[in-house]
């Protein structure tokens, strides 16, 4: 009966496809004049009836069609002048728009990237745009702008703790966002314990963070959506800019390689913390290393009007040692291919293939003895997709996905030269085929009605070549099942709506209601209280089942002040199944058969958001606030009842501000507070093994304190020359130097050993930083 | 990590981390039994059993003994019986007759406070401590001495040892153990690494290793103990009371095991 609704309701939808009758398409590139780059959600509407218009796409595309006649077209981006085109549509026509920046936008701050009330009219919900521009004038640690941490200040996004890029989205665990950069998906986006994002701002173009509503074209985690799209590098100009600030520098080179035809981006960026150890005499100091790089790259090519391909890539190292002794490197690989092509004015095409991968190597040796530790997840991508400008009510898209997955757990291996000691087993590789085929529908019924609407059929199959285990309800292992390389193991089969519409009540006010469910089968095991590169990602077993989650959304949005601020009201409930935890004392480092010591049950989350920003004008900003319960119930854990998640915390506050003072200085601010994240303390003590040992009553039961701190930033305009501008950036994190609690321990005191005590860890009090940012 | 982490972040970004001793309001908790139980195959060492309670994390650091057990030991192989008797009111409880068989499989039962705990567990294979080797290692620029235990590991997982290490005839609190579960059959050329506790060794230090091949379920206590916590400088985000091999509701352990002893001194 089921798939009889669905069968009929594709029918329906597909019924759209059949009537266009003396009809044509206005389609092509909505494009920056000055940098040749394409723009993302420009808005392009007809004059006369400014409701009937369209949005470009990732790639800058648009096609609008439209009964035969006589229209004058609007092209709109904000910041940029407005462009006005007349067309006569009586044959299919391909239009390029380049549109100028405009002159007021270097006195003033913009914050939404898109059409003015763009918020109001489209159905998707739960969407966060962030602008890059923003992004540089918010005060952060050490004065390294970066989009991970400013996206932590809108609502439903919360800090994984002090300083960290590590982010929750709505309950779910850090490994429940997913973050695609250039549509490869990133497995570890921090550099050096996640004091740091993987994302180098300078090559950024556009970032949106969807709060598990996605779109059907997106799947493969429970809770959000990062995508992360790089610049495309100018194709009209030569031009670099960079950054030197304490603790890292960075150049950014773009320029065409022909004019108008194909440019190239290449950004880099440094650490160099280890400096200051190196200037050190203590040479147990001037004996480490501590750094990372990242470069990004993009080559960026037009075949013909119909065909562009880019090559895209981005590499980053973290290295970190300490003198011969002990040494770990890891980082990401990502490589991106893809062909866009314009079928017709109509049939837009996405052909990408994807290579990620992260990896990280320990090093230990002593004397003649060398151990080294190597861990990788490595995954190939082929993507296609199709989106099809049905007409100016109706764009469609639908393709499919497929994924290949290769984990290497953390395999030991002895390199001793003298040849002593022991050899190590491999522990069991796993390889896994992800695959989704999807389509979904924009629709607009009407001038009030906005819907989305989709389908995503995940399947995935776990490959043998390694043995796998079955397990008993204790974690002990009763058989070991050995699989063939290519033979299947397990398939997993997900059918995955998602909805969402957009009621206009009123030019500035609407009502939005959405539903979707998400699949998740790759899974990061962490059980410790910081960010790790070690920490374990495992795919889904014949033990481990498919994450799936089910949220349903409704939410409240109006502009004021001629869409000068926007206020957004959102709730959420989301159930979600298969969720991890691990037993009592788990072994998740080194240990094959990793299932032993894995709990699995339900999850639920539920929550408030409030949005209110001011986008424009000398003084802009937002205040966002989040209520929010998220919650475990696992066999084996508190007795099975419902513990709070280790994310789960109750109010979140952020407020940002940004004030143009005058040309030269811009002044930024923000504060954040929020309440305490769930924790384990001990509810007594005892003596075992002559050692004081806590005694534990539940898990998660505990709150941490309250976090607070506000920061400060300063921008300076140095005087500009016909080409060259600069700039110098002061900031100071936690200008109140609030000691928020890193961590909690618990030791027998110092000063009178018949007591023990309670330690709390800050990271920073307030920390300066400088940078000096030039552009040419 | 979490000590790596702040190592990090303070020294190499030329910051601070700072500590402080801060009040927090932790719950209450019921006394809960504690089981201290182990039986060796040295005839000096035989059987003892420490029973104690817990307290409250603001009261002092004294553990009230649990006096007027019974507690008893069963070889079940044998059939043999053995009661223990406390010491005074020390709530520790020995005199007992057995010794440790290779093979062997004991059982504990212990009536305290109405309850009924009990546990049983079989004596390992005995694996033969050759040596015991001491390498230097410079970390954070501290030289630490590493000790390897030199043992051939017989073929066949399943293996679990425990360390005890002495200096200058005091024992360490260190809690060492090593298993053969990624390095089967071969010789052990790991050191030894401590988890809880500290060393430090100096020139001339007279070092005594004793090492315990260990039943299976408390190896499993005291590998919960180092990776869950339940100590001091535990980082795991869910702390938890190590898995214990009692039965009946108590905490700690039952452990049989036999056990030898290499000396040397450090140069």
């Not at chain 1, 980082?331 to 990896?359: E, Q």
């Not at chain 1, 110098?728 to 009178?752: H, K, P």
Request: hydrophobic share 35%; glycine share 8%.
């Amino acid at each position: 009966m089921k798939r009889q609704i669905h069968l009929s309701l594709l029918f329906v939808l597909f019924a759209h496809f059949l009537h266009a009758q003396e009809r044509f398409s206005v389609s092509g590139a909505v494009k920056d004049a000055k940098t040749g780059e394409e723009l993302i959600g420009a808005s392009v509407r007809l004059k006369d009836k400014p409701t009937v218009g369209t949005l470009t796409n990732e790639y800058g595309f648009y096609s609008l069609t439209l009964e035969k006649g006589t229209y004058t077209l609007l092209f709109d981006f904000i910041g940029y002048n407005q462009v006005e085109k007349t067309v006569v549509l009586d044959k299919n026509q391909k239009f390029d728009v380049s549109i100028g920046e405009t002159a007021k936008q270097l006195s003033e701050v913009v914050i939404s990237a898109k059409k003015a009330d763009e918020n109001i009219r489209t159905a998707q919900m739960g969407v966060e745009k962030i602008d890059v521009k923003d992004v540089a004038k918010i005060p952060v640690l050490f004065g390294e702008k970066d989009i991970l941490k400013t996206i932590q200040l809108l609502p439903g996004v919360k800090s994984a703790g002090e300083g960290q890029s590590g982010f929750y989205v709505r309950g779910g665990a850090v490994d429940q966002n997913l973050i695609l950069l250039d549509e490869a998906p990133v497995y570890n986006a921090n550099h050096l314990l996640g004091f740091f994002s993987t994302f180098n701002s300078d090559a950024i173009k556009d970032a949106t963070l969807v709060k598990g509503n996605a779109p059907p074209q997106y799947g493969g985690r429970l809770s959000s959506v990062l995508d992360i799209k790089m610049n495309e590098g100018n194709n009209q100009d030569f031009g670099a800019s960079g950054g030197i600030g304490l603790i890292s520098s960075k150049l950014n080179l773009e320029g065409p390689i022909q004019k108008d035809k194909s440019s190239f981006l290449l950004t880099g960026r440094r650490t160099y913390a280890d400096a200051f150890l190196k200037l050190s005499n203590d040479s147990t100091l001037n004996n480490n290393t501590l750094y990372f790089y990242d470069l990004n790259a993009k080559v960026n090519y037009k075949l013909s009007s119909k065909d562009r391909l880019f090559l895209s890539g981005y590499f980053g190292r973290d290295k970190l040692g300490f003198g011969d002794v002990f040494g770990i490197d890891w980082g990401n690989a990502t490589g991106t291919a893809r062909w866009n092509h314009v079928w017709n004015d109509r049939l837009f095409s996405n052909t990408s293939l994807i290579y990620s991968n992260y990896d990280y190597k320990i090093k230990i040796s002593q004397n003649s003895t060398n151990f080294n530790i190597t861990s990788q997840i490595e995954d190939w991508n082929l993507k296609q997709e199709f989106q099809f400008f049905s007409n100016p009510n109706n764009s469609w898209r639908f393709g499919f996905n497929v994924i290949h997955h290769d984990i290497v757990p953390g395999n030991i291996t002895n390199e001793s030269t003298d040849g002593s000691g022991p050899t190590f087993g491999d522990l069991q590789k796993r390889q896994s085929l992800e695959s989704a085929i999807y389509a979904g529908n924009n629709q607009k019924i009407g001038d009030k009605l906005e819907l989305n609407y989709g389908l995503r059929l995940s399947v995935f199959n776990v490959l043998g070549g390694s043995n796998y285990y079955n397990i008993d309800t204790k974690g002990n292992i009763t058989d070991t099942l050995d699989y063939a390389k290519g033979s299947i193991v397990k398939t997993y089969i997900n059918l995955e709506p998602r909805l969402s519409l957009a009621y206009t009540l009123t030019p500035s006010v609407s009502l939005k209601a959405a539903y979707a469910r998400n699949t998740q089968n790759m899974h990061l095991l962490t059980n410790s209280t910081t960010t790790s590169p070690t920490d374990r990602w495992v795919s889904s077993s014949n033990i481990i089942k498919p994450e799936i989650a089910d949220q349903f959304s409704i939410g409240y949005f109006q502009n004021f002040a001629d869409n000068k601020y926007e206020l957004s009201l959102e709730a959420y409930y989301k159930t979600m199944q298969n969720q991890v935890d691990y037993r009592d004392g788990a072994n998740l480092r080194v240990n094959d058969a990793v299932e032993t010591e894995l709990l699995f049950g339900k999850g639920r989350a539920y929550g408030l958001e409030l949005l209110l920003k001011k986008k424009s004008g000398k003084f802009n900003g937002w205040i966002s606030y989040t209520l929010a319960r998220s919650e475990r119930q696992l066999d084996g854990v508190n007795g099975g009842s419902w513990y709070p998640a280790r994310q789960d915390r109750m109010h979140d506050i952020a407020v940002v501000g940004i004030y143009q003072l005058n040309p030269k200085w811009t002044l930024g601010a923000t504060w954040v507070y929020y309440t305490g994240n769930a924790v384990t303390f001990p509810s007594g003590k005892y003596n075992v093994a002559d050692q004081i040992l806590w005694y534990y009553t539940e898990r998660n039961g505990y709150r941490m304190p309250a976090y607070h701190r506000m920061d400060l930033s300063a921008t300076w305009q140095l005087k500009k020359g016909k080409r060259w501008e600069s700039e110098l950036a002061f900031s100071i994190y936690n200008v109140y130097g609030r000691e928020n609690a890193y961590s909690i321990n618990f030791r027998q005191s110092e000063t009178d050993p018949t007591k023990t005590e309670v330690v709390q860890t800050a990271l920073f009090k307030q920390v300066p930083s400088i940078s000096y940012n030039f552009k040419f | 990590m979490n000590k790596l982490a702040i190592f990090l972040a303070a020294s190499t970004l030329l910051l601070s981390s700072c500590e402080k001793v801060i009040e927090l309001d932790l719950n209450n908790s019921d006394p809960q039994i504690v089981v201290e139980a182990w039986l060796s195959d040295d005839p000096s060492e035989r059987a003892q059993v420490w029973l104690s309670q817990s307290v409250n994390f603001d009261q002092s650091n004294t553990y009230p003994p649990l006096s007027n057990a019974t507690v008893f030991i069963k070889n079940r192989t044998t059939g043999e019986v053995d009661t223990l008797k406390e010491v005074g009111n020390s709530g520790i409880y020995g005199g007992s007759k057995l010794v440790a068989q290779v093979g062997q499989t004991y059982d504990l039962t212990v009536n305290v406070k109405g309850k009924t705990l009990t546990s049983s567990a079989t004596v390992p294979r005995k694996v033969n401590l050759d040596s015991i080797r001491l390498t230097r290692t410079t970390f954070f620029g501290n030289e630490n001495l590493q000790i390897v235990p030199r043992y051939l590991d017989p073929k066949g997982i399943g293996d679990n040892y425990r360390f005890v290490l002495s200096v200058n005839g005091n024992k360490k609190t260190d809690l060492l153990i090593q298993n053969d579960a990624l390095s089967d059959g071969a010789y052990n050329a790991r050191p030894l690494f401590g988890r809880m506790g500290d060393n430090d060794i100096k020139i001339g230090d007279t070092l005594s290793l004793e090492m315990r091949c260990i039943d299976a379920g408390s190896y499993f206590y005291f590998d919960t103990l180092s990776e869950g916590g339940g100590g001091p400088n535990s980082s795991s985000a869910t702390p938890t009371n190590p898995v214990s091999n009692i039965k009946g509701g108590a905490l700690g352990y039952f452990s049989v095991y036999t056990k030898q002893v290499k000396s040397t001194i450090v140069k």
